[in-house]
């Protein structure tokens, strides 16, 4: 089963960017998503891409603002305009949520 690390959170302002990674032990054949939690929130669907790269989907609130892609071995969620909602625990997994969970990667938006 494949391992996943998550990296690139931090702390930015509001309408500022990041760049989110998740690295695979092995290579997946999964279609691989990001995740986020929010404290005192339940865990929720953010982004998809197909594991041939070619179909990608998004979640309502993303409304334009974020773009997954991925490699052969890592997963990237490019996220922009961030607004302070935005603010939650990042993680990936295959769609279905097949893989053990990360630790995730904090992304704090500040106003």
């Known amino acids: 089963q494949a391992q996943l690390v998550e990296s690139g959170g931090g702390l930015v302002q509001a309408g500022g960017s990041l760049r989110l990674s998740c690295e695979a032990s092995v290579r997946t054949f999964s279609d691989m998503g990001w995740f986020r939690q929010a404290p005192g929130k339940e865990r929720e669907f953010v982004a998809a891409?197909?594991?041939?790269?070619?179909k990608t989907y998004y979640a309502d609130f993303v409304q334009g603002r974020f773009t997954i892609s991925k490699t052969k071995k890592t997963l990237y969620l490019q996220m922009s305009s961030l607004e302070p909602e935005d603010t939650a625990v990042y993680y990936c997994?295959?769609?279905?949520?097949?893989?053990?969970w990360g630790q995730g990667t904090q992304v704090t938006v500040s106003s």
């Open positions: 891409i197909s594991w041939t790269g070619s």
């Open positions: 997994n295959s769609r279905s949520m097949g893989y053990s």
